[in-house]
């Protein structure tokens, strides 16, 4: 069975400051992708950042990267420059070849001007 | 891009009567389709994988009778809620993935059903 975890609830930060969310996941695929979804109020998912799990290299979108580290199942969000338009709720996800995504529970940014 | 078209985005409807949802893939075609549930301030909840040209695969707990899905063409796929409660009352969103390789799922802008 898959699994996503998002730990964070609620993150804040300061406007042009850098934060850091949370995502570990658990599965026994070996052909599989992670992403970072943002979910503005308009309730839209907007597809952030992906990585390939077999891939070393970490994902980068311009100011969005990820800290990818396969062996402790750990894929965070680094957001520099926050802006006041990066507020929403992000969501990692997970999926196989299989093609079901499964989604953690979101954390809310918070991004304080 | 790829473009997922959903439509109602708002619909209210009384008790007992029935709300079909259409989803669109509109510049390519989508063998499998998702649909997800989402209650306010939550994650999204995995309801179904609509395949096109068979039956739709349900999660566990998600009742099939309630909600029919039908996937009749590469772009196309319905929900249809049937017997709507004040308790289906929510926000559903459906995805699809443009079968090209890794690529990533691509949402609708979701539909709020509010069942009085």
């Known amino acids: 069975a898959q699994t996503v975890t998002q730990s964070q609830p609620e993150m804040s930060v300061q406007e042009a400051e850098t934060v850091t969310l949370s995502c570990t996941y658990d599965t026994s695929e070996s052909d599989y992708y992670l992403f970072w979804y943002k979910q503005p109020p308009s309730r839209q998912m907007i597809l952030v950042i992906r990585q390939e799990a077999y891939k070393q290299q970490n994902a980068t979108e311009n100011r969005f990267s990820v800290n990818f580290q396969k062996a402790a199942k750990s894929f965070s969000l680094k957001i520099s420059d926050s802006q006041l338009g990066d507020a929403a709720m992000y969501f990692c996800?997970?999926?196989?070849?299989?093609?079901?995504?499964?989604f953690g529970t979101g954390t809310r940014l918070k991004v304080l001007a | 891009g790829a473009v997922v078209s959903q439509h109602p985005s708002r619909v209210i409807c009384k008790s007992g009567t029935s709300v079909k949802i259409e989803c669109r893939s509109l510049?390519?075609?989508?063998?499998?389709m998702f649909w997800y549930r989402q209650f306010p301030k939550k994650s999204l909840m995995l309801m179904a994988t609509s395949n096109e040209g068979s039956k739709a695969t349900y999660e566990q707990g998600v009742e099939k009778d309630k909600f029919l899905i039908n996937h009749a063409s590469l772009t196309l796929s319905t929900l249809t809620v049937t017997s709507a409660h004040p308790e289906d009352s929510s926000f559903y969103i459906c995805?699809?993935?443009?079968?090209?390789?890794?690529?990533?799922?691509?949402f609708g802008n979701g539909t709020r059903l509010t069942v009085t």
């Open positions: 510049d390519f075609q989508a063998t499998t």
């Open positions: 995805s699809a993935r443009d079968p090209g390789g890794n690529s990533p799922l691509h």
């Open positions: 996800a997970g999926g196989s070849g299989t093609y079901k995504y499964i």
